[in-house]
């Protein structure tokens, strides 16, 4: 059974920095590319970031570039979104979401989806 849960959500200043953490299991995690994907309120869900297991390829929207940083630790089948400068307009459930072979920030080609974390960025 695919699992995929994301943690590290919390209410930050802006300016501020969180890491959150997406948690995977049921699949061959080296076989697969995790994207990162937020969704604000009226809003439609956007892609923020992506990294590919193969060969560690990225992927960031340009909104959260310079800002955003993505890593995988393979060991424990977990990636991490480092988020710095936060600002305000950051603020959304922020979606983990698993697909074979290549990242993406297109969102309706991903398999697997997390339940969400939350983050809200007070400015």
């Known amino acids: 059974e695919v699992q995929i849960v994301e943690s590290g959500g919390e209410l930050v200043q802006a300016g501020g920095s969180l890491r959150l953490s997406c948690a995977t299991s049921?699949?061959?995690?080296?076989?697969?590319?995790i994207g990162w994907f937020r969704q604000a309120p009226g809003k439609e869900r956007e892609g923020v970031s992506s990294?590919?297991?193969?060969?560690?390829?990225?992927y960031y929207a340009d909104s959260v570039k310079g800002r955003f940083t993505i890593s995988s630790d393979n060991a424990k089948k977990t990636v991490y979104l480092q988020m710095d400068s936060l600002k305000p307009e950051d603020t959304a459930i922020y979606y983990c979401?698993?697909?074979?072979?290549?990242?993406?920030?297109?969102?309706?080609?991903?398999?697997?989806w997390g339940q969400g974390t939350q983050v809200t960025v007070s400015s």
């Open positions: 979401a698993a697909r074979a072979w290549g990242g993406s920030l297109v969102a309706y080609i991903y398999d697997y």
């Open positions: 049921g699949f061959t995690f080296d076989n697969y590319a």
């Open positions: 990294i590919s297991n193969i060969d560690l390829s990225t």
